[in-house]
């Protein structure tokens, strides 16, 4: 073992120091322990097995399950110097053979592969390579508890068994309770020490945005983009037709704007990343799958203009803004209509129960009246102690009252219908519509017909989603989202329960901006940013690999604020290794100086 884990790294990685516990679990690594690790998205679990890899004789093998992101991060070892490969079916038969007999002469410290490619040659991949580890990436796959179960990760649960010496470390970014046991579980780990890092990301703003009508929510979303100028966003929509629309009304209002969702070729998906990381388009409308892997740190600001279908994917996304640690904003949109379709979805899943229960939680968040924080700690088993004074309920705190008679009449209503309707026939009917299906049902002959008509629709809407989270109402995804009352309900109907329900909040429309939110730069070093970015762009187009290959953008800031023009100095700079100055520091010095010079 020549190199401590401080001095790799250092020398291959550029950093000065490690994040909590990266260190702690590098040495458990290194002398054989199996470990778990949690970690938020960007919270660097990559380094917790690279670094553990260069210490011990053999080669790492990684388990991930995007061959579209192995190759990125093999690329990123490379330019810093580390022998890395993949194997995955894509390559001819030659390149495997390469790669494999690579792996026979030591040439390799870390081979990503995918679980179905490492299963099904197991037996050849590993006396190839005599592993000096396994790393199991996004373990959180092979868990059924998990929100994104691959088959392929089960038999993942023999390697165990097959190298009972040597050391597995499984990582995730997400995982509850029951899931993290069922990883260990599944992978068969021996006494694996879990490792949990803080999922409180302070300097993101929580905010719920409940039950905003569709041409409303577009215009409050486009003077909110007005309000931050240049600064990056995420637009996450549910489908691949409402990116489209989204974008095509921000296109409209002005805004540069791109879409980017699974229906699209390659090429064009990877253009659009890496427009977004060179600054070239301000905002991206995505399905889920945009920003898996992406490390742009300048993100400012994530709305979501529909609800997610869980907590794990709700904060994964929320998680892409503000990785530089400046404050960032989150919005999202949350209403009924949504939800039903949610709901539907889910019922339908190949895991109706788990995703149900799943879709639970997130309207939970959506509809709570305490934290968020607290709630979003909460799901991923972390307290919160105080409130966090950066959501919407913190900055608007809700009150309560006595909804008694208020829901007495939803579910007598609801109780008269036989339990038959949904929730717009029941508000017409609270309302006293006279509309052709209300008149053709005769239910204005009903006594409870007009019994709300006091109320506007919007806030009996709102008013049957806080029955729906308290237990009172549930609704029948299969019979056409028909409102049922419950046993709680019942007795509530009946005068043997009280209900309390929460005073709608006024739905104030977003300010416009908030000044000085980042702290401003001089231009100057704006001026070089930009000129050090055009040549990332450069060497990222001719190695083709992604801009934070080359360097990351904290990386560029850190070189446009000190100017380094001397090796030593460039050395200081976070992100450059000694493989990463020999390959670039050279002409990113030379930019600096002839900037300087002008
Ligand atoms: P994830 O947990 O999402 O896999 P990564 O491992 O990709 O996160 O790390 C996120 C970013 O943080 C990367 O750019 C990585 O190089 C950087 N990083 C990791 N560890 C450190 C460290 N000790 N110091 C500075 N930067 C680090
Ligand atoms: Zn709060």
Redesign the pocket.
């Known amino acids: 073992m020549a190199l401590q884990a401080q001095e790799i ?1 250092k020398k291959y ?1 550029g ?1 000065d ?3 909590p516990q ?1 260190e702690e679990i590098i040495q458990k690594v290194v002398s054989g322990k199996d470990v778990l690790v949690l ?1 938020p ?7 917790c097995y690279q670094v553990p890899a260069l210490m011990r004789e053999g080669t790492c093998i990684v388990v991930s399950p995007l061959i579209s992101l192995m190759k990125d991060q093999v690329d990123a070892l490379k330019t810093n110097g580390i022998a890395a490969a993949y194997l995955n079916s894509s390559q001819s038969y030659k390149q495997q053979q390469d790669i494999l007999e690579a792996c026979y002469k030591n040439e390799i410290a870390l081979l990503y592969v995918s679980p179905e490619k490492l299963i099904s040659e197991l037996a050849m991949i590993t006396q190839m390579t005599r592993p000096s580890m396994f790393a199991i990436d996004e373990a959180h796959c092979i868990s059924a508890w998990g929100h994104d179960f691959r088959p392929e990760y089960i038999q993942l649960g023999l390697l165990r068994n097959r190298f009972p010496d040597i050391p597995f470390v499984a990582l995730t ?1 997400t995982a509850d309770k029951v899931t993290r046991k069922d990883i260990i579980k599944q992978l068969d780990l021996k006494n694996p020490e879990t490792f949990i890092s803080s999922f409180n990301r302070k300097n993101l703003s929580l905010d719920v945005r409940i039950g905003i009508k569709p041409k409303q929510k577009m215009a409050e979303i486009i003077s909110f983009i007005k309000g931050h100028k240049e600064e990056s966003g995420i637009i996450y929509c549910m489908s691949r037709s409402r990116c489209e629309e989204v974008a095509s009304s921000l296109n409209d209002a002005g805004i540069t704007v791109a879409f980017y969702h699974a229906g699209m070729s390659a090429d064009s998906r990877s253009k659009v990343q890496e427009d977004f990381l060179n600054d070239e388009v301000q905002v991206v409308c995505a399905t889920i799958a945009f920003g898996m892997g992406i ?1 742009k740190s300048n993100v400012r600001w994530v709305i979501h203009f529909n609800l997610p279908k869980n907590m794990e994917g709700y904060y994964q996304e929320i998680g892409r803004a503000g990785r530089d640690g400046l404050p960032s904003e989150t919005i999202l949109y949350y209403n009924y209509a949504d939800l039903q379709m949610l709901n539907k979805f889910a019922a339908e899943s190949g895991q109706s129960e788990i995703n149900l229960e799943k879709l639970k939680r997130m309207q939970n968040y959506a509809e709570a009246d305490i934290c968020r924080r607290k709630i979003l700690l909460n799901y991923f088993s972390e307290n919160l102690e105080e409130n966090c004074g950066n959501c919407d309920i913190c900055h608007n705190p809700r009150q309560h009252f006595d909804g008694t008679v208020l829901v007495q009449k939803a579910l007598s209503a609801i109780a008269r219908m036989n339990e038959k309707e949904g929730a717009t026939m029941v508000i017409d009917v609270l309302r006293g519509s006279m509309k052709a299906e209300v008149v053709e049902a005769g239910y204005d002959k009903l006594k409870t017909h007009g019994a709300g008509a006091g109320i506007s629709a919007f806030d009996w809407q709102r008013y049957l989603m806080q029955m729906l989270n308290l237990g009172i109402l549930e609704m029948a995804y299969d019979e056409n989202f028909a409102l049922k009352i419950t046993d709680y309900g019942k007795h509530i109907l009946f005068g043997q329960r009280r209900a309390e329900l929460t005073i709608l909040p006024v739905l104030q429309t977003k300010e416009k901006s908030k000044a000085a939110r980042v702290p401003a730069k001089s231009n100057q070093e704006d001026a070089l940013f930009d000129e050090l970015k055009r040549i990332r762009r450069q060497f990222s187009v001719e190695e083709e690999v992604p801009a934070y290959v080359i360097f ?1 953008d904290t990386t560029l800031r850190e070189m446009a604020k000190y100017r380094p023009v001397t090796y030593r100095d460039m050395l200081t700079i ?1 992100g450059v290794g000694e493989h990463k100055l020999e390959k670039y520091g050279k002409t990113f010095m030379a930019t600096i100086d002839e900037f300087m010079r002008r």
Request: no cysteine; glycine share 16%.
């Open positions: 790294l990685f950093y120091e490690f994040r990266q970690m998205t960007g919270g660097g679990k990559s380094m970014a490390d990351s976070t």
